[in-house]
């Protein structure tokens, strides 16, 4: 009887692989569509691809976003009154293909994608060239029920783990993931921090004792030294987000080119993660 035929791995499955044979750390800026303009938002994607990202997260704004602080509650309301849809920033995607080769990971809430329909929006999402998908405020049972939609369009669902989710549930949650584990390192909403969670790093190392994918952290990392930081303790990926919001919306702010200050400030990321 011949062999079943061993599947491909996925785009994020690949950048993961590499990065590990290489023996480094992944990079994930994480960006909000439409602040302050989609045309903006496309110029920053290939910015931070030029940067070193070795993946991109790409926030869907929503009215309420539960899981996300100030700063981007804030991105989020200039992205949504600016126009941004789902549809526009699929759109966008669309026209980068071709152009943007980094693994996006689009950030959205279940709201928005229940109304749209899981089998649409994964469908939509695959053809628009995203890699993956992350929702945290899906419960885990239905969580498995989109992963195996989303699985079928080539897209992995990655879910969240929390410094207060209950050890027999991290590690389920950890076995469904696909692509990678998002560990959250703080206790709360996004935002930049002064100092990570102690406890994070025996979370990490606990995850990574377990079977299931890489694990990258976020929630909280402000800069290259915190990156290294969640690299130093095992780590797979550091992910970026209220930091690089927040310098965005000051060169806008002030005028300047948004997507030159994101590449810039990715680009001090990127070389302080590597820095032995």
């Not at 691809?49 to 009215?63: F, M, V, W």
């Not at 929702?135 to 929390?162: M, R």
């Not at 930049?192 to 994918?213: C, F, H, I, M, Y």
Request: proline share 8%.
């Amino acid at each position: 009887m011949p062999a079943a035929p061993v599947a491909s791995p996925t785009p994020i499955q690949a950048r993961f692989a590499s990065l590990a044979a290489q023996g480094r750390c992944a990079l994930m800026p994480f960006l909000v569509a439409g602040d302050p303009s989609l045309e903006v938002t496309g110029a920053s994607l290939l910015a931070l691809q030029g940067a070193g990202a070795d993946l991109i997260e790409l926030g869907i704004p929503y009215s309420d976003p539960l899981a996300d602080g100030p700063v981007i509650q804030a991105a989020a309301g200039r992205a949504l009154a600016a126009g941004t849809t789902p549809g526009g920033v699929l759109d966008l995607l669309t026209r980068l293909r071709g152009q943007l080769t980094t693994p996006v990971v689009l950030f959205t809430y279940s709201n928005p994608l229940l109304n749209r329909g899981m089998e649409r929006f994964c469908q939509e999402a695959a053809a628009a060239g995203a890699a993956g998908l992350v929702v945290p405020d899906l419960p885990l049972e239905e969580a498995e029920k989109l992963s195996a939609i989303a699985a079928g369009h080539g897209l992995d669902l990655v879910l969240l783990v929390a410094p207060t989710t209950p050890p027999e549930r991290m590690a389920r949650i950890h076995a469904a993931s696909r692509g990678f584990t998002y560990l959250v390192s703080v206790t709360g909403v996004t935002g930049v921090r002064a100092a990570l969670e102690n406890r994070v790093e025996p979370l990490l190392q606990a995850l990574r004792q377990q079977d299931g994918p890489p694990v990258a952290v976020g929630f909280g990392i402000s800069g290259p030294e915190q990156a290294r930081q969640v690299r130093g303790w095992g780590a797979d990926g550091a992910i970026v987000g209220s930091a690089l919001v927040k310098v965005m919306a000051a060169a806008h702010a002030a005028g300047d080119d948004v997507a030159a200050a994101a590449g810039a400030f990715c680009t001090t990321l990127r070389q302080g993660l590597d820095r032995p």
